[in-house]
């Protein structure tokens, strides 16, 4: 099959929800991919914040492979090795002290607002279930995790939405007080909010927040499905922020491109979701876990600071070329938003640099990269040279 019989066929049989650019990807190697032409690609987007340890890691294949041969699923309603492992490996490497399985970050953010609304419910009865959530956020896609996303644009179309959420502008302790009351039970945030352009939060705010939470006895609920496993350089960004939040969620990057979200919760939040309270017929499942494990295994120390190294190697190239179509960057670790100026947007860029062989991402008004955690200097540089030899 061709590119053009592809895109045929894709254009038939499946539903258009997507805005696909022209390109197929066919298999790959590292952060470098290739189409079904064999044209190379250099990976700044790991499929979104995903494939965190790039493609064909020779580790991750022979535990999927091995994990697979030997029990490919099985119920929660039993014990396995990999689910039990993996929550020990999160809980020791964050402080956090128990972990809950599910399959993507919108499943994983409806556990936490469940989390909350439970805590509260045990302790002070009913009316008491509204979250603060930020604008400009982004918490998913199912129509609880969309009303929670503070964005105008999202809140369209699927009407009626759930309540329980308000917003508040993002960065303001005042801005919470404003919208708070006697029936929040949660702040729930990003600490770089991702899909929204890659804004980090100030350390200062996210401090005073988690003061007010104690005070207020508020679930400080922080969304970690991208900035979490490595990609800031800490295994969790809240690691960087000095926080301990009750819940924190992840998913993209944790198995390394198999389907896996979940949630962390702390010692007081351990025994919230009690059983019957919480499930997922597929979450934790064992190849997932097993691929989890070997993600986790690869993200050692020196990994982390190798990704805090590359992260500010690739934003001081990029803002050293000078180039009219570019500004600042911001971000952390390998999670980098650089401004778009001038008079093309930051899609018409980013498929531009996808023509030329690049991958990138867009969020907000920004262009967004999310390269592999173990991308090369090698890689890294051809990226680079893409970029400064086709954009202006
Ligand atoms: C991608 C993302 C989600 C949604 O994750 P899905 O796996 O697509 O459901 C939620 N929150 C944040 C911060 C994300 O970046």
């Known amino acids: 099959m ?21 390109v197929d990807i066919d298999h790959g190697k590292g952060a470098t991919l290739y189409d079904l032409a064999g044209k190379e690609y250099i990976d700044f987007s790991s499929g979104i914040g995903v494939n965190s340890i790039g ?14 041969q030997k029990l490919g699923h099985i119920s929660n309603l039993f014990y396995s090795q ?33 989390l909350a609304r439970k805590y509260s419910f045990d302790k002070y009865g009913k009316g008491r279930g509204t ?4 604008k400009n956020s982004f918490h998913g896609r199912t129509l609880t995790t969309l009303t ?9 179309y699927f009407f009626p939405f759930a309540d329980g959420f308000r917003y508040a502008e993002a960065g303001s302790i005042d801005a919470i007080q404003e919208v708070a009351g006697h029936d929040v039970c949660a702040v729930l945030l990003e600490l770089i909010q991702g899909e929204g352009g890659v804004y980090p939060m ?40 000095g926080i301990i939040p009750d819940g924190v969620s992840f998913a993209k990057g944790i198995a390394g491109g198999l389907p896996m979200g979940g949630f962390l919760v702390n010692e007081r939040c351990r025994n919230v979701l009690g059983p019957g309270t919480h499930a997922a017929t597929f979450g934790g499942n064992p190849v997932s876990a097993a691929a989890a494990q070997v993600v986790l295994d690869t993200l050692d120390e020196d990994a982390l600071a190798k990704v805090r190294e590359k992260g500010d190697y690739i934003r001081a190239r990029i803002e050293h070329m000078g180039l009219a179509s570019l500004g600042q960057t911001r971000g952390m670790g390998l999670m980098i938003g650089v401004e778009v100026k001038g008079d093309e947007s930051n899609k018409v860029l980013a498929a531009r640099l996808i ?3 690049l991958l990138v991402l867009t969020a907000g008004p920004a262009l967004r990269l999310l390269p592999p955690l173990t991308i090369t200097m090698a890689e890294i540089d051809k990226g680079l040279a893409i970029m400064e030899d086709v954009l202006i």
């Open 2 to 22: 061709d590119h053009k019989e592809l895109v045929e066929l894709d254009r038939q049989y499946t539903m258009q929800t997507y805005g696909r650019f022209d």
């Open 55 to 68: 493609y064909g890691n020779e580790k991750w294949v022979e535990a999927i492979t091995r994990q697979a």
């Open 82 to 114: 990999p689910y039990a492992r993996l929550a020990k490996s999160l809980c020791q490497r964050t402080g956090m002290a128990a972990a809950f399985f599910g399959n993507s970050g919108a499943e994983a953010n409806e556990g936490i607002i469940k």
């Open 131 to 134: 979250i603060l959530t930020l």
């Open 148 to 156: 929670a996303t503070g964005q105008e644009v999202f809140h369209n």
């Open 202 to 241: 100030d350390p200062a705010y996210v401090h005073d927040l988690a003061v007010l939470c104690a005070e207020r006895d508020w679930l400080l609920l922080v969304d970690e499905v991208q900035t979490g496993v490595g990609r800031t350089g800490s295994l969790f960004a809240f690691q960087q922020y």
């Open 355 to 357: 023509r030329h062989g």
